[in-house]
């Protein structure tokens, strides 16, 4: 299994990005999948799910109304659209996935991506 992130990079506040997670194999083999970040000297947080087996979404509070999860099953390909960035946004983002489907969003996940560096400057 690999996720391979992409896209991230440095913007001003305001602007918007879209994150990439290309994953191998089917879609539905995924529960779940998620991003987290890190910023420097922090742990990792959640940031948003998306479960395959209801289509459902979730977010933190910190980016709800700004980052939208959504999956292309026929690209294999997982994103994270995050528009409104400011300074607080700034991490590391990686993309996670599990096989089972589960309620905490949390924990565990089976699989993660490399991580790709989001900067926002204000």
């Known amino acids: 299994v690999q996720l391979v992130e992409s896209g991230g990079g440095l913007v001003q506040a305001g602007d918007s990005l879209r994150l990439s997670c290309a994953f191998s194999?089917?879609?539905?083999?995924?529960?779940?999948m998620a991003w987290f970040r890190q910023a420097p000297g922090q742990e990792r947080e959640f940031v948003s799910a998306?479960?395959?087996?209801?289509?459902?979404?979730y977010y933190a509070d910190s980016v709800k109304g700004r980052f939208t999860i959504y999956r292309d099953n026929a690209k294999n390909t997982l994103y994270l659209q995050m528009n409104s960035l400011n300074a607080e946004d700034t991490a590391v983002y990686y993309c996670a996935a599990r096989n089972a489907s589960g309620s905490n969003l949390l924990g565990p996940y089976d699989y993660w991506g490399q991580g790709t560096q989001v900067t926002v400057s204000s």
């Open positions: 998306s479960k395959y087996i209801n289509s459902r979404t």
């Open positions: 194999g089917r879609s539905i083999t995924y529960g779940v």
